[in-house]
């Protein structure tokens, strides 16, 4: 079974910083997508960032140029980046990984790590 340890979630003033971290054990396959999503109070969970174990990454617009997604497969870790954070940036944030095993679909969710932008 995989598991997702997320870290590095708080509370943080508009345009700030935080760094999203989230380790995957268990045996994941070594080629998989890895990512964020977030869900705010009454919005829809939403695909914040992807990145594929061979480095194809994919963004929401609404983080394109203030979040990075990045990656190190040897450490089976995904990390968020977050610049620049604004208030509707408050979200719980979800480590998402994905996988295909002999055509079947796996996904696995982090326990979420909540991330507040306020003053």
């Known amino acids: 079974q995989v598991q997702l340890v997320e870290s590095g979630g708080g509370l943080v003033q508009p345009g700030g910083s935080l760094r999203l971290s989230c380790a995957a054990s268990g045996s994941i396959l070594s080629s998989n997508t890895m990512g964020w999503y977030r869900q705010a109070p009454g919005k829809e969970r939403e695909l914040v960032a992807a990145?594929?174990?061979?480095?194809?990454?994919n963004y929401a617009d609404s983080v394109k140029g203030r979040f990075t997604i990045s990656r190190d497969n040897a450490k089976n870790t995904v990390y968020l980046q977050m610049n620049s954070l604004k208030p509707e940036d408050t979200a719980v944030y979800y480590c998402?990984?994905?996988?295909?095993?002999?055509?079947?679909?796996?996904?696995?969710w982090g326990q979420g790590t909540q991330v507040t932008v306020s003053s």
């Open positions: 990145a594929t174990s061979g480095g194809s990454i």
């Open positions: 998402n990984a994905r996988e295909i095993r002999s055509l079947i679909r796996y996904e696995y």
